[in-house]
């Protein structure tokens, strides 16, 4: 089981140098802390507005006067939080890149905290998407799930988000058939990924 492990990992890093070895070779990948706060939200905000207006959901519900205050409120949380991983790609000197994971969140009841380990969210810059930053961070969730013996990735995608629906199936992630309702009749599919084969 560990040389399955292995293998992905050094496959993910492997897809990620040849997809453009001059991002990677400046990339490092960093635990985030309250200072990163500012640049983490707005690499979140380019994200979410960015992929959100490609699915075609109304301008006036991409975002509210105070949703910044409300992410930023948000990761401030989780960076402070003992039990969550938050880590931001730097490149050249940018946040380009933020993950966030950890146990399967509390509107989950149906998840076993003792196998599931959640992704809470990933977003790149989008003038930095296709570069294999996402590769990088993606990389650290399975790095995360190895290392507190947890079987099983969990993920909710945006159902007009075909980019990062795309994005999960090549790692390895499928639909588990559960879904959340959504912004503007549209809903939230929630996906798996098993670790042991990762």
């Known amino acids: 089981m560990q040389a399955t492990r292995l293998a992905c990992k050094n496959t993910e890093l492997c897809i990620a140098v040849s997809v453009s070895y001059m991002v990677m070779a400046n990339l490092s990948i960093r635990p985030a802390e309250l200072s990163d706060l500012g640049k983490i939200v707005d690499v979140h905000t380019q994200a979410r507005t960015a992929y959100y207006r490609a699915g075609g959901l109304p301008e006036a519900n991409i975002d509210t006067a105070d949703g910044a205050a409300h992410r930023q409120r948000g990761w401030a ?10 880590l931001y790609a730097l490149h050249a000197g940018e946040v380009a890149g933020v993950v966030a994971m ?25 003038t930095h998407w296709g570069q294999g930053i996402g590769s990088r961070l993606h990389a650290t969730l399975v790095q995360y799930l190895d290392e507190a013996a947890l079987l099983i990735g969990q993920v909710e995608a945006w159902d007009r988000n075909h980019r990062a ?11 588990t ?11 939230y599919i929630r996906m798996h990924l098993n670790a042991v084969t990762a």
């Open 165 to 175: 629906q795309a994005f999960y199936l090549r790692h390895g992630w499928r639909p």
């Open 77 to 86: 949380r989780s960076i402070e939080s003992g039990d969550k991983r938050v």
């Open 102 to 126: 950890g146990p399967p969140l509390s509107s989950n009841t149906e998840a076993d905290t003792a196998t599931v380990g959640e992704l809470y969210q990933i977003h790149v810059l989008p």
């Open 177 to 187: 058939g559960h879904r959340r309702q959504g912004p503007d009749h549209s809903s």
